[in-house]
């Protein structure tokens, strides 16, 4: 009943290749993106925009780009960190170094920045697979923390060792720095989140979306008709650390306004962002959306839980997240390796055809 | 449709094709170590031609297909396709040629549907590059629903109409095997080849498939080279058959002259008991 | 002999003595790896784990006194002085395979068969859930281990090698640390009886037969629970030695997990099913790190230690994918 599909039939090809195919289903999409850019800035204030909006969609661009090197292509990545790192300083020099150029700008310099590093860092998956690929990137994830930590020239040679987003303006408003109002930095993340997320949609359904999955399938068979592994690994490589760098440069302009690369982009992080691919459904857009809402939610209701209402120490709440994570990524591993994805389509399929059971 | 059927469509000499050579193989060697594959091995395929390699299991009859496909190099010999002898050429030039295959231990795609499995056999002729791709309106989604009609046409050919989305880990044995033929039509080949394509086929299954080979070669005029044990489907379908024992060629010619050749009835066909 | 070769031969004993303790951890990694094919992302938190129980029961710590602190209001931290180094080390191995027990019950049981990946992650789901744990049950204060192993130059060796020098340098002889001494001993004798136990016994050999395929081994009769719960039991006593030595080293804290991610470049080098590959890839590891940060290190700021590793290991990958001992991946199509 909530589905309605009486009479919803596919006349063309170009129909039938819609992402949302049912009617109601579209509807509630542009409904609830409408809602997001229309009614949320207005009621949106720093808690909410601090600790959930702009978190969420900072590691939402980083669980799509980690998504689209390990779920569509089959890539292990444990360098999501370093690659964010990347683009994070990459935002610090552009903006320091050309203070009249538009913010939007530099977050999509430093993005493209990042995928050039990342490409570097994939050329040895063409003959490194599985487990080995991770610890490939693994070399990329310590030496890249390590250069922005060793080299002055990154932080222009500051006692602190730390980078801090000077203030940049878009139509007048202010959307990095102190200064900048919840609405505009929610608005600006939105805006190039809901971009991007469309690009990502696009590129998973055409044939390099196809290259990226018969490789992580099988990737001999792949070969022999016709995909260049060359070609579709290192367009993976270089579009995932695209993704990831643009995280980064958010994270640092946006989000935090000023970090320093061990803490911000250390091993941790990249953990963080594969637990969001894992849990959301490796090779679904959708998925890299539900992990990061998971992940960025379930800390704060275990802060507002444990430290809010029984009074707990702090570090016990941490201690007790930490537990949960991982219960939770054996969980979900066991129960449903596709990940909170995968349930919803269960669960899509099912409202399809409610009330009647099959 | 029996095999004597199948048989009686257009006689052999019309369908032998024409005397151009597709491929030829010379003087081919392949060894792994100390595992000798393939040793001299010398053979051609004739343009429009059902070619079968049979033998022994072991013989080196999936090696040599690997070599056509440029998955295995040969040590020795020259391989020549279309005209021009190959260089170590790698799998993806090989497809990008035209050479299209089908394998032995099915290797689809499992995380994929059945249309999409077929659809990545189209990569190679897909030309909008990564920005179209990303803009997807416009020239991209034009190249897609083009090839989205040339698959369908393949998916009603095979009549797999009715598993168009099911993901392919689902499908039995005998669909998966179609599918997968579907995945190779749809490069366009110029050389089709077929390793086992009726392995763990029941006789109905085996005539369907009989009937997709040669609609395959009649309708498209694909030459195809075909590995196989079922000696029925071998006399019936093939047009000229190689066989390999031990990595050498023991016998080339008709199907009739090879099944009264005693070398390779010692070898493989044996004969029949009372 | 010069001071400058004695500071080079110190900084390669010395390398070699810390790639003993990678090798120690790899240890683990490579029985699990043989036997159940999984990569256990968690030996090196199961290594801090243990250290934490070792500790906590030496020194007669409640477990997770300060939850219970928090709920009830209590302020309970010890009960007693704690048990003997002996006694202590006894309880902290059967809890690890009362761990092995539980991990195979409601972790391995319900992933057999999955790709290596999911298992992989699913171990990094472990390492995060025990290191959650073992910070509830024991505080994540950093603390000293001490069950008798002896620390410290010995200054016998420094008195020796004091007078290879060049007659009138000032050279005050090598330093070389006991407690790296007693690990290499530890670590040889392991490895001894591992790769005897794997190589020559029954279940050795039954162990190997699961590595490579558990629906195989399966039919033949092989238990894989019971293979199982042995070898996590044993990687979880191989952890135990590692924690003391490293715990012993520089203290029990958080950032004795992180050497599982160092070993990881060790397994490469020697290959994920090798048992003296554990210890030859540590080696070179070892010295390769301590070099690199003597020679190359001064030439770029330093602290190259932090990645050096990797990059050796990448560039071993590059043209020997199955390291110096694995087998050979052939693909086949």
Redesign the interface.
Known sequence: MLYREVGDFKTSYRADQQTFAIGSERILFWSFLLAAFLVVPFFINDYWEKSVLVPFLVWSMAALGLNILTGYCGQLSLGTGGFMAVGAYAAYKLMTGFPELNILIVIVLSGGVTAMVGVMFGLPSLRIKGFYLAVATLAAQFFLVWVFNKFPWFYNYSASGQITAPERTILGVAVTGPNSPPWATYLVCLTIVVLFAFIARNLARGRIGRSWMAIRDMDIAAEIIGVEPLKAKLSAFAVSSFYVGIAGAMYFTIWFGAVEPTEAFGINQSFRVLFMVIIGGLGSIFGSFAGAAFLTLLPVLLKNLMVGQLGWATDLAAHFEIMLVGALIIFFLIVEPHGLAQLWRIAKEKLRLWPFPH | MSMAAVASAPAPAARQGSADVVLNIEHVSLAFGGVKALTDVSFDIRAGEIRAIIGPNGAGKTSMLNVINGFYHPQEGTITFKGQKRAQMKPHDAAMQGIARTFQNIALFHGMSTLDNIMTGRGTLMKRNIFWQALWSGPAEREEIAHREAVEKIIDFLEIEHIRKVPVGRLPYGLQKRVELGRALAMEPSLLLLDEPMAGMNLEEKEDMSRFILDVNQQFGTTIALIEHDMGVVMDLSDRVVVLDYGKKIADGTPDAVRANQAVIDAYLGVPHD | MSPAFLYFLETVLNGLMAGIMYSLVALGFVLIFKASGI?NFAQGVMALFAALTLVGLQTGQVPFS??IN?VFGTQIHHWGSGLHAIVAIGGTMAIMVAMAFVIER??LK??VN?E???L???T??????????G??MWG?DVKALDVGVPTGGSFWWEDVTREWAVEGSDYFGMYIDKLDVTATIVALALVIALSVFSQYTKMGRALRAVADDHQAALSVGISLRTIWIIVWSISGFVALVAGIMWGAKSGVQFSLS?IA?KA??VL?LGG?TSIPGAIVGGLIIGVGEKLAELYIGPL??G??E??FA??L??AF??FR?QGLFGEKII?R?
């Open positions: 990569f300060h939850l928090a409601y972790v319900y992933l999955q290596p990946i999911i992989f992650m699913a990094i789901g472990l390492a995060y859930f025990l290191e959650g744990l910070d509830l994540s992180l991610l990881l470049p490469i994920f770029v700021g602290a190259i932090n990645w990797y990059m290991a990448l990958l590059l994918p693909e199509v």
